[in-house]
């Protein structure tokens, strides 16, 4: 990438312009400055090897900075500079691939390797095959795109056949080069494949940073990768210090016209890689002529894993030549020239110290195992949830027993069995509660049933669970809420049940600690969008038994209003999709219930959308796309008269004044609508007589 004469030059210069601070760097040497950088990037990025310290590259890049504030047309694409984002809220576009991104076969044993490679064999009528073997990267797969030495774009995978536009945050990835010497061997585009990953370290320090933010841990670098990679903000991106390695070249324009170049071969391609500056696994890979050489590398790479600094689930085998690559082709899902060799779940054995019994939102009392701390596969494990009373019994678990446990993949934790060969003596058995572990009322078991349940629907733990679900990202998603804030309103008595999430004390929780006023203001804005969620987020949000986000889609789409369903029979529900016996008598034990009922009235009160919105509009009526709502006495119409009128035209009724209202109805004695509507100047407030003027 650099030449030696110019790592000589750039190591020099640095130097000089180090000890000379007090004399700014001339413009005319701007190129070089970049270079510096540039090349102190790799050193620290790719090679982990940095030439300066965190402090000297600083005040370089701060002169790099400097000179381009003070001169803009100076600026270039790759520029260090430039993988600052400024866009703060990104919107992803999806692009389609060049090259469809498949994924891989999988393999999990000698034996399956053994039948890979004899297929390979058939088809191309060879004798031996040369593999390149290296690891299976588990992160985030992405694809590069550089177009005359420069990153034009980064994308997702996707579905495989389209993806979204991520450029901007793969920037903040200082590991991959903004510019790339492409040309210097003829090559004018080039789209590279590879793998977004979270070291171990970062990785457990960003999840300990969210438990000390009272929020739930990530279960693995994999989800913190691609997760980290479509945040809106740029610069968040950047402060997770995510790596990326790059282990497939899917397409160039521009190669050795005589196929010989190092393209030809995979291992040569990712050392081509290497050379143009990218973290490829050039070291990690190896070069073997037939499958025992392959499983050789792969069992002896397995038992090396823990050692390395980032997570791998397996390691791929690739068929070496190019050529022979295209001879063999692909199925519609994976290539016949590389298969993945998974590893084996990861297990451990610790001691089983405690049983912590834990009530749900639906008052299910699940026991959790709590275990001496193990660390395994990438994470400590210090609780496994061993579900009910049956399981127990049939993993023989007992207080104080040596346990085996494991986890494949990004799968939570299991215990597979206990192991009472190592017993004392001192072991005791598990005794499952009568009571509530909470409200201390007597537990109850449906027939049939294996789990344990708190029918005392004002049992404090389910009370905090069905808030915490109904703030849930995918109930009415009022971020910046979350666990540990429902929590810590609740022990203050600040929040008691989900309508008093509507009618918090600001005032109260400003004075709190950690509530400055920038996260107060952000709180204030998410309670208040979450009144306009569809009602289908609403319905989920209630953590009605049985009615998970699909059912939920099903109830609001068959009903005007929410509080239609108190007068639905077990019949009618029947008769919606994936809606059975059990689905239909819990969701009417829910409506039937006096005390819901009064919950749900208080949320349309406090601005909830209880009307289904999203119902199927009137195409082309002459309403179409314009919001209403009626407030006040009518004297022609009756409400519902009126609002049927409105929604046979196209018009859609929503349940509460915002800026999404076009038309305020407004009657006899209308009240606070009337004045909340006064203040959004984009609202038309009309007469009932106006209204039918409209409607004809
Ligand atoms: S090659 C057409 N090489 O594994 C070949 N994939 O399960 C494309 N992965 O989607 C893939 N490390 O995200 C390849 N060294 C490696 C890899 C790797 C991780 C991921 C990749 C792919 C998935 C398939």
Same mark, same amino acid.
């Given at each position: 990438?650099?030449?030696?004469?110019?790592? !000589?030059?750039?190591?020099?210069?640095?130097?000089? *312009?180090?000890?000379?601070?007090?004399?700014?760097?001339?413009?005319?040497?701007?190129?070089?400055?970049?270079? #510096?950088?540039?090349?102190?990037?790799?050193?620290?990025?790719?090679?982990?090897?940095?030439?300066?310290?965190?402090?000297?590259?600083?005040?370089?890049?701060?002169?790099?900075?400097?000179?381009?504030?003070? /001169?803009?047309?100076?600026?270039?694409?790759?520029?260090?500079?430039?993988?600052?984002? /400024?866009?703060?809220?990104?919107?992803?576009?999806?692009?389609?691939?060049?090259?469809?991104?498949?994924?891989?076969?999988?393999?999990?044993?000698?034996?399956?390797?053994?039948?890979?490679?004899?297929?390979?064999?058939?088809?191309?009528?060879?004798?031996? =095959?040369?593999?390149?073997?290296?690891?299976?990267?588990?992160?985030?797969?992405?694809?590069?795109?550089?177009?005359?030495?420069?990153?034009?774009?980064? =994308?997702?995978?996707?579905? +495989?056949?389209?993806?979204?536009?991520?450029?901007?945050?793969?920037?903040?990835?200082? @590991?991959?080069?903004?510019?790339?010497?492409?040309?210097?061997?003829?090559?004018?585009?080039?789209?590279?494949?590879?793998?977004?990953?979270?070291?171990?370290?970062?990785?457990?320090?960003?999840? $300990?940073?969210?438990?000390?933010?009272?929020?739930?841990?990530?279960?693995?670098?994999? /989800?913190?990768?691609?997760?980290?990679?479509?945040?809106?903000?740029?610069?968040? #991106?950047?402060?997770?210090?995510?790596?990326?390695?790059?282990?497939?070249?899917?397409?160039?324009?521009?190669?050795?016209?005589? %196929?010989?170049?190092?393209? @030809?071969?995979?291992? +040569?391609?990712?050392?081509?890689?290497?050379?143009?500056?990218?973290?490829? &696994?050039?070291?990690?890979?190896?070069?073997?002529?037939?499958?025992?050489?392959?499983?050789?590398?792969?069992?002896?790479?397995?038992?090396?894993?823990?050692?390395?600094?980032?997570?791998?689930?397996?390691?791929?085998?690739?068929?070496?030549?190019?050529?022979?690559?295209?001879?063999?082709?692909?199925?519609?899902?994976? &290539?016949? *020239?590389?298969?993945?060799?998974?590893?084996?779940?990861?297990?451990?054995?610790?001691?089983?110290?405690?049983?912590?019994?834990?009530?749900?939102?639906?008052?299910?009392?699940?026991?959790?195992?709590?275990?001496?701390?193990?660390?395994? %596969?990438?994470?400590?494990?210090?609780?496994?949830?061993?579900?009910?009373?049956?399981?127990?019994?049939?993993?023989?678990?007992?207080? %104080?027993?040596?346990?085996?446990?494991?986890?494949?993949?990004?799968?939570?934790?299991?215990?597979?069995?206990?192991?009472?060969?190592?017993?004392? %003596?001192?072991?005791?058995?598990?005794?499952?509660?009568?009571?509530?572990?909470?409200?201390?009322?007597?537990?109850?078991?449906?027939?049939?049933?294996?789990? *344990?349940?708190?029918?005392?629907?004002?049992?404090?733990?389910?009370?905090?669970?069905?808030?915490?679900?109904?703030?849930?990202?995918?109930?009415?998603?009022?971020? @910046?809420?979350?666990?540990?804030?429902?929590?810590?309103?609740?022990?203050?008595?600040?929040?008691?049940?989900?309508?008093?999430?509507?009618?918090?004390?600001?005032?109260?929780?400003?004075?709190?600690?950690?509530?400055?006023?920038?996260?107060?203001?952000?709180?204030?804005?998410?309670?208040?969008?979450?009144?306009?969620?569809?009602?289908?987020?609403?319905?989920?949000?209630?953590?009605?038994?049985?009615?998970?986000?699909?059912?939920?889609?099903?109830?609001?789409?068959?009903? /005007?209003?929410?509080?239609?369903?108190?007068?639905?029979?077990?019949?009618?529900?029947?008769?919606?999709?994936?809606? +059975?016996?059990? #689905?239909?008598?819990?969701?009417?034990?829910?409506?039937?219930?006096?005390?819901?009922?009064?919950?749900?009235?208080?949320?349309?009160?406090?601005?909830?959308?209880?009307?289904?919105?999203?119902?199927?509009?009137?195409?082309?009526?002459?309403?179409?796309?314009?919001?209403?709502?009626?407030?006040?006495?009518?004297?022609?119409?009756?409400?519902?008269?009126?609002?049927?009128?409105?929604?046979?035209?196209?018009?859609? =009724?929503?349940?509460?004044?915002?800026? !999404?209202?076009?038309?305020?109805?407004?009657?006899?004695?209308?009240?606070?609508?009337?004045?909340?509507? !006064?203040?959004?100047?984009?609202?038309?407030?009309?007469?009932?007589?106006?209204?039918? $003027?409209?409607?004809?």
């Amino acid at each position: 990438m650099f030449t030696t004469e110019q790592v !000589k030059e750039i190591q020099a210069q640095a130097a000089n *312009w180090l000890n000379n601070q007090n004399n700014p760097i001339p413009i005319k040497d701007i190129a070089l400055l970049r270079n #510096v950088l540039r090349f102190n990037e790799y050193r620290y990025y790719v090679l982990n090897d940095p030439l300066l310290s965190d402090f000297e590259y600083d005040q370089l890049y701060k002169q790099l900075v400097a000179i381009e504030t003070a /001169n803009p047309s100076l600026i270039v694409a790759d520029s260090p500079t430039q993988r600052v984002g /400024n866009s703060l809220n990104q919107q992803f576009v999806t692009v389609p691939h060049l090259v469809p991104m498949l994924s891989l076969d999988n393999s999990y044993n000698a034996e399956d390797l053994f039948d890979f490679d004899r297929k390979a064999l058939e088809l191309s009528g060879l004798a031996q =095959i040369e593999y390149c073997v290296e690891p299976k990267f588990d992160g985030a797969s992405i694809s590069l795109f550089y177009e005359n030495d420069l990153l034009v774009r980064g =994308i997702t995978r996707g579905d +495989g056949v389209a993806g979204e536009d991520i450029t901007q945050n793969i920037k903040q990835i200082k @590991s991959i080069p903004l510019s790339a010497p492409f040309s210097s061997i003829g090559i004018q585009q080039i789209e590279i494949r590879g793998e977004i990953i979270l070291h171990k370290a970062t990785f457990e320090k960003y999840n $300990q940073q969210l438990i000390e933010q009272g929020l739930s841990p990530l279960a693995n670098p994999r /989800n913190a990768a691609s997760g980290s990679l479509r945040m809106k903000d740029p610069k968040e #991106v950047a402060a997770r210090n995510l790596d990326a390695f790059l282990y497939h070249v899917s397409y160039v324009i521009g190669r050795h016209p005589n %196929g010989s170049d190092q393209l @030809s071969s995979h291992a +040569g391609s990712l050392d081509l890689l290497w050379q143009m500056g990218f973290r490829s &696994p050039k070291e990690e890979k190896r070069v073997v002529l037939g499958i025992q050489g392959v499983i050789d590398y792969c069992l002896a790479f397995e038992a090396k894993r823990d050692d390395l600094p980032y997570e791998i689930d397996g390691m791929v085998v690739k068929v070496n030549s190019i050529a022979l690559q295209d001879q063999l082709g692909m199925t519609s899902h994976h &290539p016949r *020239w590389a298969i993945a060799f998974k590893f084996k779940a990861r297990q451990a054995t610790t001691k089983l110290i405690g049983v912590e019994f834990q009530v749900g939102r639906t008052g299910a009392v699940t026991p959790v195992a709590k275990l001496s701390p193990v660390f395994l %596969g990438g994470v400590t494990v210090s609780s496994i949830s061993i579900h009910n009373e049956e399981y127990i019994q049939q993993k023989d678990l007992q207080l %104080g027993d040596t346990v085996l446990i494991e986890r494949a993949g990004d799968v939570i934790p299991q215990i597979v069995k206990s192991l009472p060969e190592l017993r004392n %003596g001192t072991e005791k058995s598990i005794a499952f509660p009568t009571n509530c572990p909470v409200c201390k009322s007597e537990l109850f078991k449906e027939e049939g049933e294996a789990v *344990w349940r708190c029918i005392n629907i004002e049992c404090e733990a389910q009370v905090v669970e069905k808030m915490i679900h109904f703030v849930s990202k995918d109930a009415l998603d009022i971020k @910046s809420f979350g666990e540990a804030n429902v929590r810590k309103f609740y022990e203050l008595g600040i929040l008691k049940d989900i309508p008093g999430i509507y009618q918090l004390d600001f005032v109260k929780i400003g004075g709190l600690e950690g509530f400055g006023k920038k996260s107060l203001e952000n709180l204030v804005a998410a309670i208040e969008a979450s009144k306009q969620q569809p009602l289908y987020r609403l319905i989920y949000g209630l953590g009605i038994r049985f009615v998970g986000e699909t059912t939920a889609k099903t109830l609001a789409n068959s009903v /005007n209003h929410l509080l239609d369903f108190a007068s639905k029979t077990e019949e009618e529900l029947l008769l919606l999709d994936d809606v +059975g016996v059990k #689905v239909a008598k819990s969701i009417q034990g829910f409506f039937h219930n006096p005390q819901n009922i009064e919950m749900l009235k208080q949320l349309e009160i406090l601005g909830l959308q209880l009307v289904n919105t999203k119902k199927e509009v009137v195409e082309g009526g002459s309403l179409t796309g314009q919001s209403f709502l009626f407030t006040g006495t009518l004297n022609q119409l009756k409400r519902s008269e009126a609002e049927a009128l409105a929604e046979s035209k196209g018009g859609i =009724i929503l349940s509460g004044v915002s800026s !999404k209202l076009n038309y305020l109805v407004v009657g006899e004695d209308a009240g606070s609508k009337l004045e909340k509507a !006064k203040k959004i100047n984009t609202i038309k407030i009309i007469s009932e007589e106006e209204f039918i $003027q409209l409607i004809k």
